[in-house]
């Protein structure tokens, strides 16, 4: 039995609960893993899954052994990067889930300095805005707003994801502009289905806190859509900053309500905590971390105009 392939096996179906899955992502049949956890159970003489024809889940033996085998997994990992970072830069291939907000206008860029800087890694990007389990669908690291799924999955911030209310200057000469959160009832409005906070809104300004539950004539889960829609004049729409800072600097669109401050949201990369250590994983978060700085680029002329705080 190599032990360390078994162990291998074993971690990852701990983290997909899925033994076709954990096949898969290692490129190997499901008997194979099946016949590693077997021999490392009779190995350990104890059982550790508990199965069914639908569900795998840890015995209480393999809760245990999972904690130490996923850092064994990991620092075996990180030492083989370390070696080959010794001798070469990262290589390898990299499978990134990202957000649409992000992706568009401005990862690209990122992504090709990132490329010219790291040839030897290859970088699979998947544009979605759903929000997933990188173990269980095979991402190294996905960068979306959500918490992290599973206690197995570690979050690392990128930067703060500020949101405005805006509208046309069509729009507000013809409807006006609204001067409390209230009068958003009165507005046609078009909101962002994905946001973490669902339909609770919550406006501070000073002491006042204003909540509301606005119905939205017009939902979608792509935010460029959404801007789209409000240069038209037809709306109120509320949008990431990242996705409307360039309008509203050039006047297309208008900040509304700018003196109440909505709650914003992390941006963060969510990856496997058996991936912590991987060199391809860390330098590709590091080059992102370093791009943004203190504050991203999109929001530094909104913050000194006091539109965003």
């Known amino acids: 039995m190599d032990r360390l392939l078994s162990v291998e096996a074993f971690v990852r179906v701990a983290e997909t609960g899925n033994f076709a899955k954990a096949a898969q ?51 075996f990992n990180s030492l083989t990067e370390h070696m080959r970072e010794l001798r070469a830069k990262p290589t390898g291939k990299l499978r990134v889930q990202m957000l649409p907000g992000f992706a568009i206008s401005h990862f690209g860029r990122m992504l090709a300095e990132f490329t010219r800087r790291y040839p030897d890694i290859e970088v699979d990007v998947i ?15 996905a960068f979306q707003m959500f918490p992290p799924m599973a ?47 669902r339909n609770r809104w919550v406006f501070n300004r000073g002491d006042e806190q204003v909540e509301l539950s606005l119905p939205g004539q017009v939902r979608s889960n ?17 949008l990431p900053t990242l996705v409307a800072s360039d309008d ?12 109440y401050a909505l709650s914003s949201f992390n941006f963060s990369a969510v990856y496997p905590a058996t991936q912590r250590r991987a060199l391809k994983v860390r330098t590709l978060i590091d080059f992102l971390v370093d791009n943004f700085g203190d504050e991203p680029c999109w929001d530094v002329p909104l913050l000194e105009r006091g539109w965003v705080r």
């Open 25 to 75: 992502q290692l490129g190997v049949t499901r008997s194979v893993i099946t016949h590693r956890i077997q021999q490392l159970e009779q190995f350990i003489n104890a059982p550790l899954f508990h199965r069914s024809t639908r569900h795998v889940r840890l015995s209480e033996v393999g809760e245990t052994y999972y904690k130490e085998c996923a850092d064994m997994v990991a620092g």
């Open 222 to 238: 792509s935010v460029h859509l959404l801007r789209d829609y409000a240069q038209t004049g037809v709306g109120i729409v509320c």
């Open 248 to 259: 509203l600097l050039s006047g297309r669109l208008i900040p509304v309500l700018q003196d």
């Open 127 to 141: 544009v979605n805005d759903r929000v997933v389990d990188p173990i269980e669908e095979g991402f190294d690291v």
């Open 151 to 197: 206690e197995t999955l570690i979050e690392r911030k990128l930067f703060s994801v500020r949101r405005l209310f805006c509208m046309s200057p069509d729009y507000a000469s013809e409807f006006g502009m609204p001067t409390h959160p209230q009068e958003l009832l009165n507005h046609k409005i078009a909101l962002y289905e994905g946001y973490p906070s």
